[in-house]
């Protein structure tokens, strides 16, 4: 009976679960799989009947949980939240001591956290691990987080490992198959433990915030070499083609190029001027967004793309706007090469305090819940299968080489140098955008960012008089130590003061 159980098994055949499935059993893995409506089992396991590892469709719970070899190890799939709650509770009574129960789905970390607790309690464990690429990135080689008790990922480690990325371990580069579709062979996996509990639903939700940022700097560079310089979709994706090759060498913004130069199949025209400028979201932004202002880290770069998803939602309320609200008209006439190399470099300078802001709340998350990530690691795991993958990650893997406690990326060296070399392009740009009347909220926020985390004084001094005026909420001094606070006696500003 035990050599045709399954290594491992996976609930919920939705686009996410499906593919990962198939890079499992690509592998040679023998999984057994699951659905709630089982015709999708049935569909799935009859049209993939020769994977290497095999594939066993079952189609309750129970025998689920029976295929499966000792300590069972199953991955979650399903819709994120209650869903996941509901197969977890479905769970629990089918299973033994030390069974492991992965959840790669989108889970809040504070879920997850939550979860790990009650299934310890009941001696089980729980992993919840961050799958990032999407669906072709779990077909065939995702981003992993994985977060837990060390030893149950020790478990899952060599399934992990196998169908994740790979990275050339040298440079960092993404590997590839030798064909198309087929399984990379060597390499560095672009997986590693995160850290207890919630570590890595907590990293995955902050490289989605950090993937909400990327995606808007683009944007806005898209928006500036438009309306500052009216070039065409495909000129544009000329551009985004030859960034590709340098510094800016990524996923995202190699898809922008080919996004660009893509034609509408129906009216011929650039299918980037055909679709609704009004953007969707799942929530994985805001909740990086209301978890850095819940902790009280400055991630202004991040929330600004997200807010921008929003101004892009109330497309009605902006077309009324825009008949009644006036800003500059005027037309640009300057070196169109300059400002494209001007905005290339804005870009980047802005990326880096995103990223920079990213980091910052992971430093901060670690001291909340205790743990010790491992930042180069995870900037290196990074590197392939996920949407955020970058040339640039790998200067963030040597930075956290160099100094394991650095405080801010723009601290690094190499970074610090960066923004020194392109910050006069990234200002002329936020300065054009402001003149031109081209919102650019990512790139003129990280600037202020830039800008405030390199003044010693800021004029908060004020802002504290007035709390202390209003509120008696005291202040610091600067000629005494910290820690010691103060108030006078304010003048009442409903009484008139008599002139000195
Ligand atoms: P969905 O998030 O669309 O979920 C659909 C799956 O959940 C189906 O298998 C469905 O079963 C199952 N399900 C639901 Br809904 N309620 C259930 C319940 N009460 N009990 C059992 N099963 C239930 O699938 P997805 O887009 O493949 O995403 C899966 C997970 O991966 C999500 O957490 C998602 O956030 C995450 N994720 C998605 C992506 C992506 O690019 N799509 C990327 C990274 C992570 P049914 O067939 O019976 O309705």
Excluded at 242 to 256: H, P, Q, R
Aim: aromatic share 8%; with cysteine; glycine share 10%.
């Amino acid at each position: 009976m035990s050599n045709t159980q399954s290594e491992i098994g996976l609930i919920g055949l939705a686009v996410m679960g499906q593919n990962l499935a198939l890079n499992i059993a690509d592998h040679g893995f023998r999984i057994s799989v699951y659905n709630r409506t089982t015709s999708k089992t049935d569909a799935f396991v009859a049209a993939n009947p020769n994977t290497p590892g095999g594939l066993v469709g079952c189609a309750s719970l129970e025998s689920f949980v029976q295929s499966l070899k000792r300590p069972r190890k199953m991955i979650i799939l399903v819709q994120a939240g209650w869903a996941t709650d509901k197969v977890i509770e479905s769970l629990v009574p089918l299973l033994d001591k030390d069974d492991i129960v992965i959840d790669g789905g989108n889970a809040r970390w504070d879920d997850t956290i939550r979860r790990e607790k009650e299934l310890r309690e009941l001696g089980l464990r729980f992993i919840g691990s961050g799958v990032s690429g999407g669906e072709e990135g779990a077909r065939f080689g995702p981003s992993l987080m994985p977060g837990g008790e060390a030893a149950a990922y020790e478990e899952l480690r060599p399934v992990w490992e196998a169908i994740a990325a790979k990275v050339d371990p040298a440079t960092g580069k993404p590997l590839e198959g030798a064909e198309p579709g087929k399984p990379v062979t060597g390499g560095v996996a672009c997986t590693a433990f995160i850290g207890p509990n919630g570590a890595g639903h907590y990293v995955k939700m902050i490289h989605n915030g950090i993937e909400y940022g990327d995606m808007q700097m683009i944007c806005e560079a898209y928006a500036l070499m438009q309306g500052l310089l009216d070039l065409s979709a495909t000129e544009m994706g000329e551009i985004f083609a030859d960034w590709n090759k340098g510094s800016l060498d990524s996923f995202l913004i190699e898809i922008t190029a080919d996004i660009l130069k893509q034609k509408d199949p129906v009216t011929g025209q650039p299918l980037v001027d055909i679709i609704l400028d009004t953007a969707g979201q799942k929530g994985t932004g805001k909740w990086t967004s209301v978890n850095a202002l819940d902790m009280g880290v400055p991630a202004p770069t991040i929330s600004e793309a997200v807010f921008a998803r929003c101004l892009s939602a109330i497309k009605e309320e902006r077309v009324a706007a825009s008949k009644v609200l006036k800003g500059p008209s005027k037309s640009f006439s300057g070196d169109k090469a300059a400002i494209v190399e001007a905005i290339r470099d804005a870009l980047y300078c802005s990326k880096i305090c995103s990223y920079a802001q990213g980091f910052q709340l992971m430093r901060e998350a670690q001291k909340e819940y205790d743990w010790k990530l491992n930042f180069g690691e995870i900037a290196r795991i990074w590197r392939g299968g996920c949407i955020i993958r970058a040339a640039f990650l790998q200067k963030i893997t040597e930075a956290f080489e160099r100094d394991a406690d650095l405080a801010n990326l723009l601290l690094d060296p190499y970074f610090k140098q960066s923004v020194e070399v392109a910050q006069e392009n990234w200002r002329k740009v936020v300065g054009l955008a402001a003149e031109y009347g081209i919102a650019a909220p990512t790139f003129s926020s990280a600037l202020s960012y830039y800008d405030s985390y390199r003044t010693a004084r800021l004029p908060q001094n004020l802002l504290q008089g007035q709390r202390d005026y209003f509120g008696a909420h005291t202040y610091e001094r600067t000629d005494q130590p910290r820690g010691k606070f103060y108030h006078i006696d304010w003048p009442d500003p409903k009484r008139p003061q008599l002139e000195a």
